[in-house]
Structure formats: C-alpha cells, structure tokens
C-alpha cells in the first residue's frame, strides 16, 4: 500500500468517527454554514464540535503550513481529503472570508508578525472577516476608491465608506482597502486590516428584494489604525488586492458546484411534479433541461479540480479564476431557475411553513447578485476575451 493509500484509508477512518451525524446532511438554509467568530453562541453543539475537531487537525485549512494553524497537507493529501469528505457527505466544517480570501493574500504578502497573529485565529473559526472594497462610487473601477487614511505618526486616520460590504453586521475584523496616496489611482492604495469594534465604525444593512440582507454600507469616521496592521507596503495594496480577488472568483465558482444528485434538482422536481407511467419524471422538457445542466455541472467540478491541482502546483492561468467565476455563476443561477421551474407557481409562496418561509424563491433572487459580485460578469468577459484567448481590443 502506497503512503497515500495509507493517508485515504487513515482520512475516511477519521472522518467517520469524527464527524457528526448531522454535518453529513445537506446543507439547507444559512443556519447550517458555520462562518466562526468571536460570539458562537448560535453554533449547534455539532456544528462546534466538528468545527473544533477539524481545526485541531488543522483540516479547516489543510494545505496551509502547520504554523499557521494549517494542517501541511501536500496537493494530492489535500485532494483525498476533499474526495472522502464528499463521499461521506461532510459538510465544510468553516465558511470564512479569512479562509477563501485574506488567508491567501497574507501567506503571500504578510509578514511573520501578522501571519502569526492573524492565521491561526483564522484557522480556528475564532474570528470573522469582511471585505471592504467596493465603495458608492467605486464598484468595477474599484481602483476609483476614495476611503482615505491619513498618515498620523504611530497609526492611520480612515474616514470614508464601503458598500455591498457582505456580513460587515456580524464581522470582526475587516481587510479594507483605503487611499494614501490622492495623486494616483491604483499606486496609492494601500491594504489595512482593523477591528470592526474600533470606534468610529458603523454598520446599515441594505434590504435586497429576497427579504434577507447579506450586504451592508460601512462607515469609517477617524477610526484609528495602528501601522502595524497595514498588509504590504505603503501605496501597494493593489497588489494584494488583485492577489484577493483571484482567490474571491475561485471562491464563488464553487457556487457551480452544487450537483443535482439526491435530494436537490432531480428529488424536488419528482416531489413537486409526480414520476410518469415510465418511472420519469413526468415533464419530459424539464426532465432534458435537469439532465443537461447535471453534465454541465459535473464537466464544471471536473475543470474545478483541474484547476485546483494547477493552482496549488503554480501552473493556473493568472486569469483562469476569471472564467470560473463567471461560469460556477451562471451554473448556480441555471439551477435555481430549474428549481423554480419545477415548483412552476407554487414556488412564489414566500412565507408559509410548507416553503421554509420562501426558501426557494429568496434564494433564487439572491442569485441574481452573482453576475455582480466578485466582479461583474462583464468584466469578467473582458478579462477572459484579453488575457485567456488573447483577443484585439476594441
């Protein structure tokens, strides 16, 4: 047996004794994504309990160093561990943008000080970030920012504002990009992190036509920074924000990712509209659209796992995250439409206990944020159309 035999049998072994009976059902609502934080007091026991395992492991952020709060898994212990977890069915055991974003960019820009502070808490679900990048009049010229932060000796003065800031209401910390630098666009910026209890900080969410509100507006008024916290050099934070945002795409492609197997497309379609004298589902039209967003969804999650293995050998395509995203995107709006389709009028009802209190029809008007966030899809187009297949400019 070779030593990776040995680390998948000893992984399936572990996980199965380790992982709850209820993190292997399907996630169904925003109460079962466990984000960490400083209050966990709305965690399920077992929600902890696995969260605490996992990280003790270091499997919350298993490809990162052992130091950091990682578990040092090389690419292909980090693929087997992602394979047995779904083929039992584990949930992820933490949801973080400390994990899928300012993780990568500090293993990359930080320095020691900051990576020791920051990543194992990180690592641990002990802290949860936010955001801060787009502002009122900087949203796809995000390099346009006017957030400012005044050099004052020993720390930053910021004022300004940011929107569209995902979970800034219940976040910690925020990674805020603020100008420095007024003369120029993108060589002035600079990339900060701070506590979101600092005074002088505050939070309004924004209603969005689904009812729920993931997004707020934030304000900063002469919040203190200290200098310590400034990520990179001064006046370079573009760099680790376009780093960031690569890693943001990847993180929303997996949106795509939701295959239509038990329990999801094909089982509400068969609950909502009966099987047929064949045994099929009794719409022969949407039965075809279900099948073929199922080989569209699974040729995604092969080119996701590609594309993981290139990124973690160094080898991904700088704009590859770019395609990603648009494509897991309109991959998750696609299958929310089939959901709707399926429930035909009935999945409008938006508030009975039948309908989860309009699960169906909230969650498919979220999706139509996600040609925006992230970057629009339009921008994403260009990128791809540039960079991916190298086409003239207009």
């Given at each position: 047996?070779?030593?990776?035999?040995?680390?998948?049998?000893?992984?399936?072994?572990?996980?199965?004794?380790?992982?709850?009976?209820?993190?292997?059902?399907?996630?169904?609502?925003?109460?079962?994504?466990?984000?960490?934080?400083?209050?966990?007091?709305?965690?399920?026991?077992?929600?902890?309990?696995?969260?605490?395992?996992?990280?003790?492991?270091?499997?919350?952020?298993?490809?990162?160093?052992?130091?950091?709060?990682?578990?040092?898994?090389?690419?292909?212990?980090?693929?087997?561990?992602?394979?047995?977890?779904?083929?039992?069915?584990?949930?992820?055991?933490?949801?973080?943008?400390?994990?899928?974003?300012?993780?990568?960019?500090?293993?990359?820009?930080?320095?020691?000080?900051?990576?020791?502070?920051?990543?194992?808490?990180?690592?641990?679900?002990?802290?949860?970030?936010?955001?801060?990048?787009?502002?009122?009049?900087?949203?796809?010229?995000?390099?346009a920012l006017a957030t400012s932060a005044e050099d004052?000796?020993?720390?930053?003065?910021?004022?300004?504002?940011?929107?569209?800031?995902?979970?800034?209401?219940?976040?910690?910390?925020?990674?805020?990009?603020?100008?420095?630098?007024?003369?120029?666009?993108?060589?002035?910026?600079?990339?900060?992190?701070?506590?979101?209890?600092?005074?002088?900080?505050?939070?309004?969410?924004?209603?969005?036509?689904?009812?729920?509100?993931?997004?707020?507006?934030?304000?900063?008024?002469?919040?203190?920074?200290?200098?310590?916290?400034?990520?990179?050099?001064?006046?370079?934070?573009?760099?680790?924000?376009?780093?960031?945002?690569?890693?943001?795409?990847?993180?929303?492609?997996?949106?795509?990712?939701?295959?239509?197997?038990?329990?999801?497309?094909?089982?509400?379609?068969?609950?909502?509209?009966?099987?047929?004298?064949?045994?099929?589902?009794?719409?022969?039209?949407l039965r075809g659209q279900i099948a073929l967003h199922?080989?569209?969804?699974?040729?995604?999650?092969?080119?996701?796992?590609?594309?993981?293995?290139?990124?973690?050998?160094?080898?991904?395509?700088?704009?590859?995250?770019?395609?990603?995203?648009?494509?897991?995107t309109e991959l998750n709006k696609a299958r929310h439409?089939?959901?709707?389709?399926?429930?035909?009028?009935?999945?409008?009802?938006?508030?009975?206990?039948?309908?989860?209190?309009?699960?169906?029809?909230?969650?498919?008007?979220?999706?139509?944020?996600?040609?925006?966030?992230?970057?629009?899809?339009?921008?994403?187009?260009?990128?791809?159309?540039?960079?991916?297949?190298?086409?003239?400019?207009?």
């Amino acid at each position: 047996m070779s030593d990776l035999d040995t680390f998948r049998a000893e992984t399936r072994a572990w996980l199965e004794a380790n992982c709850p009976a209820s993190m292997r059902e399907p996630v169904r609502s925003e109460k079962d994504t466990v984000w960490g934080g400083r209050d966990q007091s709305a965690l399920t026991p077992d929600q902890k309990a696995w969260m605490d395992r996992m990280a003790a492991r270091g499997w919350t952020v298993p490809d990162w160093p052992r130091e950091y709060g990682g578990g040092g898994l090389s690419p292909a212990e980090s693929k087997i561990l992602r394979e047995e977890m779904r083929a039992l069915g584990c949930r992820n055991p933490l949801s973080s943008f400390g994990i899928s974003m300012l993780g990568p960019a500090l293993l990359k820009y930080g320095n020691e000080e900051q990576k020791l502070e920051h990543l194992p808490r990180i690592a641990r679900g002990e802290i949860r970030w936010c955001q801060g990048y787009s502002e009122p009049n900087a949203g796809s010229d995000l390099a346009a920012l006017a957030t400012s932060a005044e050099d004052m000796g020993d720390h930053f003065l910021v004022n300004g504002q940011k929107v569209w800031t995902s979970y800034a209401d219940k976040a910690d910390w925020i990674f805020c990009l603020v100008r420095t630098d007024k003369s120029v666009k993108q060589a002035g910026i600079s990339f900060l992190l701070f506590d979101m209890a600092s005074p002088g900080v505050s939070t309004r969410p924004i209603l969005l036509i689904s009812g729920y509100s993931p997004f707020c507006e934030t304000f900063f008024d002469d919040v203190k920074v200290p200098k310590e916290n400034l990520v990179g050099e001064l006046n370079k934070g573009w760099d680790v924000a376009k780093y960031l945002l690569g890693h943001e795409r990847e993180m929303i492609s997996g949106m795509g990712l939701g295959l239509s197997s038990g329990g999801t497309l094909i089982g509400n379609a068969v609950a909502r509209m009966g099987l047929g004298e064949d045994g099929r589902l009794a719409d022969p039209l949407l039965r075809g659209q279900i099948a073929l967003h199922e080989v569209r969804a699974r040729a995604f999650a092969a080119m996701s796992e590609r594309f993981l293995d290139e990124l973690k050998a160094g080898r991904a395509h700088p704009a590859q995250p770019s395609m990603m995203k648009y494509y897991g995107t309109e991959l998750n709006k696609a299958r929310h439409e089939l959901e709707m389709a399926a429930g035909g009028s009935d999945s409008l009802e938006w508030e009975s206990d039948a309908s989860n209190n309009g699960a169906a029809p909230r969650a498919w008007l979220r999706t139509k944020a996600n040609s925006i966030e992230g970057g629009t899809s339009e921008v994403q187009l260009n990128i791809i159309a540039k960079r991916i297949l190298e086409l003239p400019g207009a």
